[in-house]
């Protein structure tokens, strides 16, 4: 079955610590994966999806095949971080595509 | 950017009222989506809708809930009688493609049901 697991409800980190979300996926096909990110009830924005291999606002995320992972990875932390974050598969079933969210993990960065 | 609009941003009702929700998406969009996201819950896909039909739907969208793109340019959500459990924030959203691409989301309107 497709699943996302975000294992981690709340991570809370110091400013300027590293931060790393863990998102691992499910999957039979070939997926792209996102992360999503969501400021004090505003819209979900993309922050990131594997295929671009980019790095955004300092994050960075890695789509690991063998381990099915997609972690989301910062080096140094900061206030404007904090929000929540959601990782995302886009995959084909039954001839469409759709997205499936993982739990979202709640990033509190600390003074 | 472009970027897709919701309406209402915030609506309160009584149980068993209707609702309509309405969503415009990106203008060169073809495929749209509702999401909804139960208070301290996860995002859940509702329905996808793709050329004035209905593409997927999630065993969430029941026969209380339908969706109709009436004009070109809008893209509703109607819930004909709401319960109690239907209060939660409804995003909207919308992709160029069903091949991976990226998907938008609107603001969301967050539902109310008293």
């Known amino acids: 079955a497709q699943r996302v697991t975000q294992p981690e409800k709340l991570l809370s980190v110091f400013k300027g610590a590293p931060v790393e979300l863990k998102c691992n996926y499910s999957?039979?096909?070939?997926?792209?994966l996102f992360w999503y990110v969501q400021y004090s009830r505003q819209r979900l924005q993309l922050l990131l999806r594997?295929?671009s291999r980019e790095s955004i606002k300092g994050f960075t995320a890695d789509l690991n095949k063998g381990e099915t992972s997609f972690h989301l990875k910062k080096p140094f932390a900061q206030e404007e971080d904090s929000a929540m974050y959601y990782c995302?598969?886009?995959?084909?079933?039954?001839?469409?595509?759709?997205?499936?969210f993982g739990t979202g993990t709640r990033l509190k960065v600390l003074a | 950017e472009p970027e897709v609009t919701q309406t209402p941003s915030h609506q309160v009702t009584q149980m068993g009222q209707e609702v309509i929700l309405r969503c415009v998406p990106i203008?060169?969009?073809?495929?749209f989506y509702w999401y909804r996201q139960i208070l301290g819950q996860k995002v859940e896909f509702l329905v996808s809708?793709?050329?004035?039909?209905?593409?997927?739907k999630s065993e969430i969208f029941d026969d209380q809930f339908s969706v109709e793109r009436p004009d070109g340019s809008n893209f509703t959500l109607k819930i004909r009688s709401t319960k109690l459990e239907d209060s939660a924030m409804y995003f909207c959203?919308?992709?160029?493609?069903?091949?991976?691409?990226?998907?938008?989301f609107g603001e969301g309107s967050w539902l109310t049901v008293v």
């Open positions: 959203a919308s992709s160029d493609s069903f091949s991976g691409n990226t998907i938008y």
């Open positions: 999957y039979s096909g070939s997926p792209e």
């Open positions: 594997h295929i």
């Open positions: 995302a598969l886009s995959g084909k079933e039954s001839g469409t595509y759709k997205y499936i």
């Open positions: 203008s060169n969009h073809l495929y």
């Open positions: 809708f793709y050329n004035n039909e209905i593409s997927e």
